[in-house]
């Protein structure tokens, strides 16, 4: 389904006039803040979607004079941070951001609850977030759990042969143990020094001094912009990484093939992909409770998930997974069959309920 859009088909718009000549809430403008990173294959994606489910979409050079259409958002920030009311119809995502554990979210979660009338539509990615948008006293109809997906067809289960070849394209031997952390996890779109703690990079660093200490021969592959703490840190801890940054996002399949251990360190999260990415690559996942692991994971069934933030029992899972690699064929195969659940193909029904009543289209 995805593949075909991604290769270059767009949804063909050429039979549409104007802006003024359209039925009220007829079609659909997918508005991206265009970061060049995850939010913009979401857009990309639900482009990908809306195809599947014949939902006209709105040209961009549209996007300026809609009225009575409907819009949706990739970020929340754009909406929430100054609520503006319109006469479209208006949805968006909230993956994260519970003021409980930063307070900057405070302003967001408040705008929801003096805005929720004018919101048509909200996606969740998980249960604990959906409990927080309810809380706001938004109606239950308006919230939809739908996870931040994948598209599965773009991974693989790999082998050995694989991990060694694509070892040999990046330049690492094959003798080393090999972590993976693929998300962003400095404050702003720069070299990223400054930590994003709700993201973990100094959960990640603490977890990985301690498998240092036991592992002469361990190091970590970094993908992303914004690494530079992680990177200043590795560094003083003496522990080998390599970093590349990716032109394209969706090239991020080749580098989870490299892996023997996939970890995610933070304290809030609306997914990460990377769950379900490793999952359907066939990588070993260790990763704290948070986002779309408390619905997903199955700890020791298809992955590995601490109860806390806890290093110890971070480390001790690590510890299993690198000790006992190569036992671990059946939860690598639960793992995929759980990416597999949850692709975008898998979703379809989930987002033709969102649809339906938004875009005036029966889906």
């Known amino acids: 389904m995805l593949r075909n859009f991604l290769r270059g088909i767009l949804y063909n718009l050429s039979g549409f006039k104007t802006p003024s000549s359209w039925l009220p809430h007829s079609k659909l403008y997918i508005k991206s803040e265009n970061s060049n990173w ?44 100054n609520f503006k009311r319109q006469n479209n119809k208006i949805a968006f995502p909230y993956y994260h951001g519970d003021p409980s554990l930063d307070n900057k979210f405070k302003k967001l979660v408040e705008s929801i609850e003096m805005n929720h009338q004018w919101i048509d539509r909200i996606q969740v990615s998980h249960s604990q977030i959906e409990q927080l948008i309810l809380n706001t006293g938004i109606e239950e109809s308006k919230i939809h759990k739908i996870p931040i997906s994948i598209d599965i067809n773009k991974f693989d289960l790999r082998g050995d042969q694989e991990k060694e070849r694509i070892r040999e394209v990046l330049n690492i031997p094959t003798s080393e143990i090999l972590i993976g952390s693929f998300q962003k996890d400095g404050n702003g779109w720069g070299e990223g020094k400054e930590p994003k703690l709700i993201k973990g990079p100094d959960i990640f660093l603490t977890v990985a001094k301690a498998l240092k200490d036991k592992y002469d021969n361990l190091s970590v592959l970094l993908t992303g912009p914004a690494r530079g703490y992680m990177k200043k840190g590795l560094s003083e801890l003496g522990i080998p990484y390599y970093h590349y940054f990716l032109k394209d996002y969706s090239d991020i399949s080749d580098f989870y093939k490299a892996l023997d251990l996939y970890l995610i360190t933070s304290r809030e999260e609306g997914g990460p992909r990377a769950i379900l990415e490793s999952m359907a690559s066939g990588v070993p996942l260790v990763t704290t409770k948070v986002g779309q692991a408390i619905d997903l994971v199955r700890h020791n069934k298809n992955a590995w998930m601490a109860e806390s933030n806890n290093t110890d029992e971070l480390v001790h899972w690590c510890e299993h997974v690198i000790d006992g690699f190569n036992s671990y064929e059946e939860i690598l195969y639960n793992a995929r069959k759980t990416a597999e659940e949850n692709s975008y193909d898998q979703q379809i029904i989930l987002w033709r309920q969102f649809m339906n009543g938004f875009v005036n289209k029966n889906v």
């Open 38 to 81: 995850v939010l913009d294959t979401i857009k990309e994606e639900m482009l990908g979607v809306c195809q599947e489910l014949s939902i006209p979409v709105v040209q961009e050079k549209f996007g300026y004079k809609l009225k009575d259409q409907s819009i949706f958002y990739t970020s929340k920030y754009e909406v929430l941070e």
